[in-house]
């Protein structure tokens, strides 16, 4: 499956930004989606998931409360609201995807096959 990321840009501390990621596949329905991203000199970390069905999501410690995942299936996207944005959330925002209906309790990179080129969040103090 392609993706496609788009929404990122420059918001001041205690904005908000919502992220966009646009999928190829017909079946997108068949997968479990997921949000991680790259802080500049750090490893990719994960964000957010959520099931085929979104009837299920999962978020890291640092987002939940602030970030929001979500889904439409039929238009083949997935979301991330981010609210109450802070300088430390500066990083490449990626959305990617499972060939599962669900995920691991703790989703990591791996369990992801299908990735997307990544928008760019700048949070300025």
């Known amino acids: 499956v392609q993706l496609q990321a788009s929404g990122g840009g420059l918001v001041q501390a205690g904005g908000s930004l919502t992220l966009s990621c646009a999928a190829s596949?017909?079946?997108?329905?068949?997968?479990?989606m997921g949000w991680f991203r790259q802080p500049p000199g750090k490893e990719r970390e994960f964000l957010a998931a959520?099931?085929?069905?979104?009837?299920?999501?999962n978020y890291a410690h640092s987002v939940e409360g602030r970030f929001a995942i979500s889904r439409d299936n039929g238009k083949n996207t997935v979301h991330l609201q981010m609210n109450s944005l802070k300088p430390e959330d500066t990083a490449v925002y990626y959305c990617?995807?499972?060939?599962?209906?669900?995920?691991?309790?703790?989703?990591?990179?791996?369990?992801?096959?299908?990735w997307g080129q990544g928008t760019l969040v700048t949070v300025s103090s």
């Open positions: 959520i099931t085929w069905s979104g009837g299920s999501t």
């Open positions: 990617a995807a499972r060939r599962s209906l669900g995920f691991p309790e703790r989703p990591t990179s791996e369990d992801f096959g299908s």
């Open positions: 596949e017909r079946r997108f329905s068949y997968f479990a």
